[in-house]
């Protein structure tokens, strides 16, 4: 399954209208971090029955307060649902919620899992396997965007799996941003994300180096076709010194190792990403839970 739809429409997508497209199952959601509770509050109101379970309960409060279903473990919340929404930090989260003590993987075969958090092609092909052991659809469907992104409904999902589930899926993906594909598409947009903050925040040290005004750097890239609007955007809030997590550092690192890694894998090499991550970890010892745009304080 490789999906392409228009932005996310909250008209109802668990009924749909035309008769033939199947009724979206009840959903399970682990993890419900910066980036997963947004989503799940998409979901939510969007009309969807929900169940909910997240390592820190604190992150489900809200969730609770509309009626969603919090769980007390993995297992728990997937107890009848038909799909599982898996957002976790990293793929040994990801495999622990689905195979430990409290796992979900070998008790409820027939399940559609959808796996949307960035755990690299490795990962992304090891829990492939583990859930087909277990009768378990395995859907790669990674997101592209921020916290902002998530919380309008309006990331990118780089999604890939059986066509067969195509349809079951399609209205859970539309209340959450347009469609595109799997895991592989996610590394590369992201190791271009990381080059672009990279560059950005070179460029304005080495503004100031020069003794010039790096505002005005800010403003000549706007006004030309070489500021792209989120290199202008991450340029501003580095010099208002705001670093607020949009998109933490410490996920923005573990990605760009994740692509330098599948970039070895198939035999060719991001030289730009694998120079900035020493600087990148570098920062990222004092900086790991602020914007990636903080790696301005080091360029």
Not at 37 to 61: I, K
Not at 176 to 199: H, M
Not at 237 to 261: I, R, S, Y
């Amino acid at each position: 399954m490789t999906t392409s739809q228009p932005p996310a429409q909250h008209s109802n997508p668990v009924r749909p209208s035309d008769g033939h497209r199947p009724k979206t199952p009840v959903i399970a959601f682990l993890g419900t971090g910066r980036m997963g509770g947004p989503m799940a509050a998409n979901l939510a109101h969007s009309g969807f029955e929900l169940r909910v379970w997240n390592r820190t309960t604190s992150r489900t409060t809200d969730l609770a307060r509309h009626g969603v279903f919090v769980a007390r473990s993995p297992a728990e919340a997937v107890a009848g649902a038909g799909i599982v929404i898996s957002m976790l930090a990293d793929g040994p989260a990801t495999e622990q919620a689905a195979t430990g003590p409290d796992g979900f993987l070998a008790r409820f075969p027939g399940l559609i899992w959808v796996q949307m958090a960035t755990v690299g092609a490795s990962w992304s092909a090891r829990l492939a396997v583990m859930a087909a052991r277990q009768g378990v659809t395995f859907v790669d469907a990674p997101v592209s965007g921020s916290q902002g992104p998530a919380q309008e409904g309006q990331l990118v999902i780089l999604a890939s799996g059986p066509d067969r589930v195509q349809d079951v899926l399609a209205p859970v993906f539309g209340a959450l941003g347009p469609a595109g594909d799997g895991t592989k598409a996610k590394l590369v947009l992201n190791s271009w994300l990381v080059n672009l903050v990279e560059a950005t925040a070179e460029t304005l040290s080495f503004a100031g180096h020069l003794g010039l005004d790096p505002t005005s750097i800010v403003e000549l890239l706007r006004s030309t076709p070489l500021g792209s609007p989120y290199a202008v955007q991450k340029a501003t809030t580095m010099l208002a010194g705001n670093f607020t997590p949009a998109f933490a550092l410490k996920h923005a690192l573990k990605d760009a190792e994740l692509a330098v890694q599948a970039a070895h894998s198939s035999g060719t090499r991001l030289a730009l990403t694998e120079a900035l991550l020493p600087r990148w970890r570098q920062t990222a010892l004092l900086h790991a839970d602020n914007d990636l745009s903080a790696v301005y304080i080091t360029a």
